[in-house]
């Protein structure tokens, strides 16, 4: 489920505009009186992307407009709205630039989420033997990696997987209890 997010929720570090979240997070820039954002605002709403967490912030309450004039002293501002930004641990990864559509985008944040775990946890080599692979290989190459999974996730449909893609296996245990 989307949560609404304000100004409080950025800041800028290094001429970046940071969201203060951790993991993979899709945010939107959102002005609900245009037509195009409220069509998106509903998407986001209804897509489930394993792992990452979404959320939304309207340019038009309160002073969460600052954040686009925040974000003009950055090396990507935000220049229109909509405008939907993935963010892992903060920093401003991708923007989806597709069609309004709920499966392109749903499966857009989907190859992110995987695409970000391969990045961060898997060696230059590695990642080079993800590119085509399917979900199922690349969680058996991140398994590598990672080692032997615990015996909670042995036995987890690969479904439960596919989000958690590169992570170690700390966090692989504490996904499986939420």
């Not at 203060?20 to 997070?25: A, D, H, N, Q, V």
């Not at 245009?34 to 967490?53: D, H, P, R, Y």
């Not at 597709?98 to 590695?126: F, L, W």
């Not at 990642?127 to 085509?132: A, E, L, P, W």
Request: net charge positive.
């Amino acid at each position: 489920m989307s949560e609404p997010l304000s100004n409080d929720d950025f800041t800028i570090e290094d001429s970046k505009l940071r969201l203060l979240r951790k993991g993979p997070y899709a945010a939107l820039f959102m002005a609900k009186n245009e037509a195009g954002s409220m069509s998106l605002i509903k998407i986001l709403k209804t897509i489930q992307v394993s792992g990452m967490q979404t959320g939304y912030l309207d340019i038009t309450q309160g002073k969460n407009k600052d954040v686009i004039t925040l974000s003009r002293k950055t090396k990507a501002p935000i220049s229109s709205v909509p405008y939907l930004a993935i963010f892992y641990d903060g920093k401003l990864k991708f923007r989806y630039k597709g069609e309004v559509d709920t499966e392109k985008i749903r499966s857009y944040c989907q190859n992110k989420v995987i695409e970000m775990a391969n990045e961060m946890k898997a060696p230059p080599a590695m990642q080079r033997q993800t590119v085509g692979s399917t979900s199922q290989q690349q969680f058996a190459m991140a398994r590598q990696q990672t080692g032997a999974a615990s015996d909670a996730t042995k036995n987890a449909p690969d479904s439960t997987k596919v989000g958690i893609i590169g992570y170690n296996k700390a966090h692989l245990i504490d996904m499986m209890k939420h």
